[in-house]
Nanobody
Framework: QVQLVESGGGLVQAGGSLRLSCAAS????????MGWFRQAPGKEREFVAG????????VYADSVKGRFTISRDNAKNTVYLQMNNLKPEDTAVYYC?????????????????WGQGTQVTVSS
């Protein structure tokens, strides 16, 4: 069992930056692929970024490539999402998720554990 708690969301102007954190409980954090997803009002939850167990491989949605960076610190049981050059269309609730896999899946059904989400609002 893994419990995930996101933090770091907030209100920011377009062009600004935020850093989201996701703290995981348990001793097996390093055995999980970690992903970030987001869900805007009236839309389906979508994949944003993911990283393999070691953090050696990262995967991004095209819409955030070059602006967002996912990283993890296995010693701290934490995964991060650095978001730069934010746009109003990035406004959503952001969720982290964990999956006992090797590769980074992009589907919500592939992930076993989810956090409660943190709101990110980007004003124009």
């Amino acid at each position: 069992q893994v419990q995930l708690v996101e933090s770091g969301g907030g209100l920011v102007q377009a062009g600004g930056s935020l850093r989201l954190s996701c703290a995981a409980s348990g001793r097996t954090f390093s055995s999980y692929v970690m992903g970030w997803f987001r869900q805007a009002p009236g839309k389906e939850r979508e994949f944003v970024a993911g990283t393999t167990r070691s953090g050696g491989v990262t995967v991004y949605a095209d819409s955030v490539k070059g602006r967002f960076t996912i990283s993890r610190d296995n010693a701290k049981n934490t995964v991060y999402l650095q978001m730069n050059n934010l746009k109003p269309e990035d406004t959503a609730v952001y969720y982290c998720a964990a999956d006992k896999d090797i590769l980074v899946p992009r589907g919500t059904l592939d992930y076993d554990y989810w956090g409660q989400g943190t709101q990110v609002t980007v004003s124009s």
